[in-house]
């Protein structure tokens, strides 16, 4: 008569089938979540690009202005000049901090990312070097405006203290000229690809994750490109489509044929 209970091998039968459930399934949820954080910065930037071209409107169709000195990075978008007209929150970036050194939101810790627009869902704490905490803990927000860089000046190579506004409704292509984007690119980790090299195996699936930016144009629709896309893109904004753009000496020695 046989005993109740199970084999060895049946129960290494029954882990296999799990274990093999959870390689198809981890990837799939994964890509769930990062789908729905892409959705959810996506929202912000179209609401924060709402709220500077109605700021826009408002002074001219100037672009917003440069942020005070102690703001640390200026060509991180500062929400202040949005807030509270032309954005529905009220927190100040500002408050108790005067030195350009001093974080902007003082008594928060980097695990506790806000839910206000500028910060992005995938703009999280990833260590306690400088370098690895959240971007909006460290700068004031988790989105590169193009500040200095275009909207504020019509030069390649920009010093900070060239700053006077610009008419952002005088560029060229709306659809391709960019209003903002994740600071970083490794905020989101983007769609599938193949695995070009070693071997698959139960554990190891046949695809990677490919880092991708999140871009808002200037017509308000946002577009997942790669890093070099971006780059491209920020090259539009930055001098094609630039009214102001003038190339320096330094930069015709570099200049595309």
Same mark, same amino acid.
Request: with cysteine; charged share 20%.
């Given at each position: 008569? $046989? ?39 996506? #929202? ?45 929150? #009220? ?143 920020? $090259? ?22």
């Amino acid at each position: 008569m $046989r005993r109740a209970g199970y084999t060895v091998v049946e129960l290494l039968t029954v882990v296999a089938i799990i274990a093999t459930f959870a390689a198809i399934i981890t990837p799939v949820l994964i890509q769930s979540k990062e789908a729905a954080r892409m959705r959810v910065c996506a #929202s912000n930037l179209r609401q924060l690009g709402s709220a500077i071209l109605r700021y826009a409107e408002d002074h001219g169709g100037y672009g917003l202005p440069a942020p005070p000195q102690q703001y640390r990075n200026p060509w991180i978008l500062c929400p202040k000049p949005l807030i509270p007209q032309y954005l529905p929150q #009220s927190v100040d970036p500002f408050a108790s901090s005067v030195l350009s050194t001093a974080l902007p939101y003082p008594g928060i810790a980097p695990e506790e990312r806000p839910k206000w627009l500028w910060v992005c869902p995938g703009d999280t704490n990833r260590g306690s070097a400088e370098l690895e905490r959240p971007c909006w803990w460290n700068f004031g927000s988790s989105f590169r405006y193009p500040g200095p860089k275009a909207y504020l000046s019509g030069e390649r190579y920009m010093q900070r203290n060239n700053l006077s506004p610009r008419k952002i409704t005088l560029w060229k292509n709306p659809n391709r000229d960019i209003l903002l984007a994740d600071h970083f690119d490794d905020f989101h980790n983007g769609s599938r690809a193949e695995r070009k090299m070693g071997e698959d195996s139960l554990f190891s699936p046949t695809w990677i994750k490919i880092k991708c930016v999140n871009l808002l144009f200037l017509d308000l629709h946002v577009s997942a490109v790669t890093p070099g896309q971006r780059n491209e893109y920020q $090259r539009y904004t930055l001098e094609d489509d630039n009214p102001y753009f003038k190339p320096s000496a330094e930069s015709r020695v570099y200049q595309r044929p």
